[in-house]
């Protein structure tokens, strides 16, 4: 099982799978996500044993166990500080945080903002499946207003989450969304995020089976999906529907579907994505793009340089140690005033 | 009078005066939150320590960072005990107070020993201050100081003289009063000058004017004792019989932060501290972001939680895991020290323990969270305790919770308090090649590899991330006690916890034999643990000195117990045990060994007297 560092170009997805029974319920959108990771990591050139996989609780929370890599799976929304303290202490490490649409919203919510806006380099994929399904059916932070679930039978009257909004405020430097089953805009997506230098926050909408089945159908039947899904690609015009027919143009801050060809509408009227120019604010306009009014963007909102948080912590280390030279132990020890007592 | 910057010596030996030999003294510093107490206390403590004295101090201040000026609610005192002998506290009651407003005096005469000497900063009995202070009439006039040597002076008045061509505002002079107090208590203790200047020019080196006010306001207030004729006599404190040394004087989170960095270069590890702030622990956050240029990395974390994962992650990755915290954060990090348990890494988490519960009194000193730290925790869930007693002994107690969480693959707790964390005390500097080697080694060799697989301390392997052939999972659900993965086994269940109690039970064998001050067995044994060593230790002296049968033991380890424990109990006829709580060892002592103990226990969020101690000491035995 063992791989020389030297070898990882030869590694293949069965490198990284760990042999042990999956417990997800059959046709979980879980098993798409860790299919598509199984298939990205052997490309990324890194060896096997230099992934780290650290999760909170939940569903998802699970995957770590099913990857042969190192991997810890903590407790319930501390995945970010974990793998931030793991990151700042083994800057060689690639660390991967997967957490929930609870975990990362509900109980983590606080690790969330800050690990976004610290930039550590990390990759955080969040499966948003709007629900809570280890615990069996409550309603989560990502759950639509009036969703009826156990704890809300009446209706949800809770507001949900963006978390594209949510990351993208706290100032992620790499944010995406993307769908389970849609495997090739998801391993995309996911490798783009793993060659992203800092935070990468990737919301991948996934399908909970057995206690929210057919969130996301919109966006995943073939027959309806391109009426309902904006898929992003820098510097490229928002234009989605069957044959490319509508697009999206922001008056102002406003955003409106526009049909193409109607009332003399070209697509070279429809806003363009940017995702790399820094403080625009626009990645964040689109993100507030939602159903029903408007298709659901999907893709790479922001993707922008900023200093690494270990980065900057290793600076500041070389900073003390080019005013102070390394430290002597014996130095510290005396400090700035000793007197001596004698025989 | 003259101008007292006429007549200020360089730093001479006094008049003609008569010199008073002291044994020991307690001094008091007390004035407004804002007025540098604690500053001229700390410079005061350095001062008599480099003559060779023994010495202990006890600042108190607070929670209010800056209360309203004059309140009896923003008075911030602190108090040292020198001697010519070894010095176990910072004393009971002060021989001498300095007071710098009417609050600071009504809170703190009567503390004074009855005929002790009050030095009293008359520039601030203003009857607005009179009033705050809830004086109907001036103590200074009234009678109140009958039974004191009352010593007025103005030193807020003397203070804007010396200055008043400095070129610094009103606001800025009125700063520099507490080293006019310094400069008279140095004259009056016949200290030199010479080591307050350099250390005034080093501290305010970034504001030359700042620093010049300051050694003019200390040579000012030196200078007035040694040209009035207001005092009769001076003071002099013999240096006291020390191990033969090289001391600084240090305050109990400096001595853990050292032992932390100690531990980090002996080992080789790098330091990681994950971290909120809180008081009374913040100090060590603060001492460690500043010694970058070791291995250490302190991350300030967005909250306890995440300063505590944020250890176990580095922890994971190979580092030394550290986090520091007070009680409410204790509290917030149990779920995460719980999943330390179950992964099995080192971690070490230090409770700077101050009054509760909940926000309770942050700057006040208490022992109530030895059950927390033992029991605390959901699930059968072991840690490791051991507590410090004085502010030095934080050094050791940081190596030796290093050395045990590595060892034993486990998280450990280091309880310290407020008096100790704040408190100061000399300490002879160890050389770093006089300290034990502190050995870890990685598990590399992936043959035969199994995550949950024991060595001779039932310790699992650590195994750093990187390390090829070893990619393994740990996690908080229960797992196979040998190849880590899922397990919900009854037997394995069974198995797993029983196991993770022996490996920490099984600390108690390499705990070295208990030392008890005094006869091995006798009438009454005083157990301690933590901060009351100091006033144990004095008051068990003391009733020794009676001729009573009574002897101290100070426990450092409190979970598991020193295997020895129970032997020591029973060579005596009775057990005492004073806490700052409302009895926690007591209960943890019965249950463990069935014993009867009695009990002294105090919340007041102040440390015991010697005098309480001594007085249940001859309750019971006397």
């Known amino acids: 099982m063992s791989h020389a560092p030297g070898a990882p170009q030869q590694l293949t997805r069965k490198d990284f799978e760990t042999g042990l029974e999956v417990r997800w319920c059959p046709g979980c959108g879980d098993y798409a996500v860790l299919s598509q990771l199984q298939k990205l990591l052997p490309t990324l050139g890194i060896a096997r044993e230099n992934f780290a996989f650290i999760s909170g609780i939940g569903c998802s929370s699970r995957l770590p166990y099913y990857m042969a890599t190192y991997g810890m799976h903590s407790i319930h929304g501390r995945a970010p500080a974990i793998a931030t303290g793991l990151k700042l202490a083994r800057p060689d490490l690639s660390v991967w945080v997967v957490t929930g649409d609870g975990d990362a919203l509900a109980i983590g919510g606080n690790h969330f903002i800050h690990v976004m806006r610290r930039n550590v380099d990390l990759k955080v994929i969040l499966f948003n499946n709007r629900i809570y399904g280890l615990t069996k059916g409550q309603y989560s932070p990502t759950s639509g207003f009036g969703a009826v679930t156990k704890t809300t039978p009446l209706g949800s009257i809770d507001r949900p989450f963006n978390p594209v909004g949510l990351a993208l405020a706290a100032g992620a430097t790499f944010v995406a969304r993307s769908v389970d089953v849609d495997l090739e805009h998801l391993g995309g997506v996911l490798r783009q995020a793993a060659l992203h230098k800092g935070t990468a926050f990737v919301e991948v909408y996934q399908n909970c089976v057995t206690f929210n089945d057919g969130e996301y159908r919109p966006l995943t039947d073939p027959k309806v999906r391109d009426e309902n899904r904006l898929l992003l690609e820098h510097g490229k015009p928002m234009v989605f529907g069957k044959g490319r027919t509508k697009g999206i143009r922001f008056n102002g801050a406003v955003p409106e579907v526009v049909t193409l060809g109607e009332g003399g509408v070209a697509e070279a009227d429809c806003a363009v994505h940017d995702a790399r120019t820094p403080g625009t604010g626009a990645e964040y306009l689109v993100a507030q793009l939602e159903p029903p009014a408007f298709p659901v963007p999907l893709g790479v909102f922001r993707s922008v340089e900023a200093p690494t948080y270990g980065g900057l912590t290793d600076d500041l280390a070389r900073t003390a140690r080019e005013r102070m030279g390394r430290g002597s132990l014996d130095q510290l020890l005396r400090g700035r005033t000793t007197w001596a007592i004698g025989e | ?622």
């Open chain 2, 1 to 622: 009078m003259a101008a007292p910057s006429e007549t200020v010596p360089d730093s001479t030996s006094p008049r003609a005066r008569r010199v008073e030999e002291l044994d020991r003294v307690v001094i008091r510093f007390a004035g407004d939150s804002g007025d540098g107490m604690q500053l001229a206390g700390d410079e005061f403590s350095r001062s008599v320590a480099v003559a060779g004295a023994d010495f202990a101090t006890r600042p108190e201040y607070p929670s209010e960072i800056r209360a309203p000026a004059g309140t009896l609610f923003g008075v911030s005192g602190f108090q040292i005990q020198y001697s010519s002998h070894e010095v176990f506290t910072a004393g009971d009651a002060p021989d001498v107070l300095v007071a710098m407003n009417p609050a600071a005096l009504k809170l703190n005469l009567a503390d004074v020993r009855h005929g002790g000497m009050v030095i009293v900063n008359t520039g601030a009995f203003t009857e607005a201050n009179l009033a705050k202070a809830g004086y109907a009439a001036n103590p200074l006039t009234d009678g109140s100081l009958s039974h004191y040597q009352a010593y007025p002076v103005n030193i807020s008045e003397l203070t804007a003289q010396v200055l008043k061509n400095s070129g610094l505002s009103k606001k800025e002079i009125a700063r520099s009063k507490n080293y006019f107090a310094l400069g008279l208590m140095l004259w009056l203790h016949q200290r030199p000058l010479e080591d307050e200047i350099a250390d005034i020019e080093r501290k305010f080196s970034r504001a030359p004017a700042i620093a010049a006010a300051n050694v003019a306001a200390l040579r000012a207030g030196y200078g007035f004792g040694d040209t009035t004729e207001l005092f009769p006599v001076v003071y002099h404190v013999k240096p006291a019989p020390m191990r033969p040394g090289t001391y600084r004087t240090l305050t109990g989170n400096q001595a853990a932060s050292l032992g932390f960095v100690a531990a980090s270069e002996l080992s080789g590890l790098p330091l990681f501290l994950g971290s909120y702030p809180i008081t009374p622990a913040s100090d060590i956050l603060h001492t460690l972001a500043a010694l970058k240029h070791f291995a250490v990395t302190t991350f300030q974390a967005e909250d306890e939680i995440a300063g505590v994962c944020s250890a176990i992650g580095a922890a994971f990755g190979g580092a030394l895991g550290l986090t520091t915290t007070s009680g409410p954060g204790m509290a917030l990090k149990t779920e995460a020290i719980g999943l330390a348990v179950m992964i099995e890494l080192p971690l070490v988490i230090v409770n700077v323990q101050r009054g509760g519960p909940s926000t309770g009194l942050p700057t006040r000193v208490e022992q109530a969270d030895l059950l927390q730290a033992v029991y605390g925790r959901h699930g059968e869930s072991p840690v490791p305790v051991i507590a410090a007693r004085s502010p030095a002994d934080c050094f050791d107690c940081a190596l030796e919770a290093v050395r045990m969480a590595v060892t034993y693959m486990t998280p450990v707790i280091l309880l310290s308090d407020g008096s100790i964390a704040n408190g100061a005390e000399p300490w002879r500097v160890p050389a770093a090649d006089e300290l034990a080697p502190l050995p870890v080694s990685f598990r590399t060799d992936a043959e035969g590899f199994q995550p949950y697989a024991r060595d001779e301390h039932l310790a699992r392997a650590w195994v750093r991330p990187g390390t090829p052939g070893l990619e393994h999972r740990v996690g908080g659900l229960e797992k196979d006690s040998l190849t880590g993965n899922l397990s919900s086994d009854p037997a394995n269940h069974q198995r797993m916890v029983t196991l993770r109690a022996a490996k920490v039970a099984g600390i108690a064998r390499e705990v070295p034999p208990l030392v008890v001050q005094g006869p091995p067995s006798g009438d009454l044994l005083v157990v301690g643990w933590g901060s009351t060593y100091g006033p144990i230790a004095q008051a068990v002296e003391d009733a020794q000195a009676q001729g009573l049968s009574v002897s101290h033991l100070h426990l450092r380890h409190l979970n598991p117990f020193p295997a020895d424990l129970g032997e020591v109990l029973a060579r005596f006829r009775s057990v005492l045990v004073p806490e700052l709580n409302l009895g926690q060892l007591s209960r943890l002592l019965r249950e463990r060994y069935l014993l009867d103990v009695a009990q002294l226990n105090k919340v007041e969020g102040r440390p015991f007297t010697t005098a309480e101690i001594l007085g249940r000491i001859e309750e019971l035995i006397g």
